[in-house]
Nanobody
């Protein structure tokens, strides 16, 4: 079972940037789609961005124009470039992979904490 480890979070001020990474324990060529989720305290986990073959990336409306999702199969890594960060972006960020039939692969990891101060 593939393990995904998130990193790159931190404490930043409004308007600053972070690059989140999600590194897999094995080759990710077989992972058809990948996505970033986030969960703020006392809120549901929400889909932030997703990358699927043959289509444009999906972004939550509130992050469009600010976040960019990408993957580097050679490095077994999924990225989320986050620019112009806002306090409402504060959350724990998680990555997820999906197989050929849309099934989720593995389980949720620890995530990486992003805190944006106002």
């Amino acid at each position: 079972q593939v393990q995904l480890v998130e990193s790159g979070g931190g404490l930043v001020q409004v308007g600053e940037s972070l690059l989140l990474s999600c590194t897999a324990s094995q080759n990710i060529d077989s992972i058809k789609s990948m996505a970033w989720y986030r969960q703020a305290p006392e809120k549901d986990r929400e889909l932030v961005a997703a990358l699927a073959p043959g289509s444009n990336p999906y972004y939550l409306d509130s992050v469009k124009g600010r976040f960019t999702i990408s993957r580097d199969n050679a490095r077994n890594t999924l990225y989320l470039q986050m620019n112009s960060l806002l306090p409402e972006d504060t959350a724990t960020y998680y990555c997820k992979g999906y197989g050929e039939y849309g099934s989720a692969l593995g389980s949720w990891g620890r995530g990486t904490q992003v805190t944006v101060s106002s």
